[in-house]
């Protein structure tokens, strides 16, 4: 058995591995462009950013939860041993920030 290949097997040979090549360049081309790099940047940043955005909004929700369990019982009726307290010293601040803004008027 003879391995020869025809001139024509070769020159196909060529031509297909030219094409690859081109098509491998062409695609080099395209992931070391300014855009593509920026687009990558860009869309790893928007990632980032969703992913630190869920994990927030997560924290949030549990701290809201927890707050929620604190001045609120488990059937719906509010903790008012608990809720008095609070809103006795929001009304004592908005109070002290009422008179300190009418004595800066004076």
């Keep these: 058995m003879s391995d020869a290949r025809t001139p024509a097997q070769i020159e196909a040979d060529i031509v297909r591995r030219r094409d690859q090549l081109a098509e491998t360049l062409d695609e080099i081309g395209v992931r070391v462009h300014p855009k593509t790099i920026i687009g990558d940047a860009k869309a790893m ?62």
């Design 45 to 106: 940043v928007a990632a980032t950013v969703d992913q630190t955005t869920g994990r927030a909004m997560d924290a949030v929700h549990r701290t809201v939860a927890d707050v929620r369990l604190k001045f609120v019982k488990e059937d719906g009726a509010p903790r008012l041993e608990r809720l008095l307290p609070v809103a006795a010293v929001v009304v004592g601040v908005v109070g002290l920030l009422a008179v300190s803004a009418r004595r800066r008027k004076d």
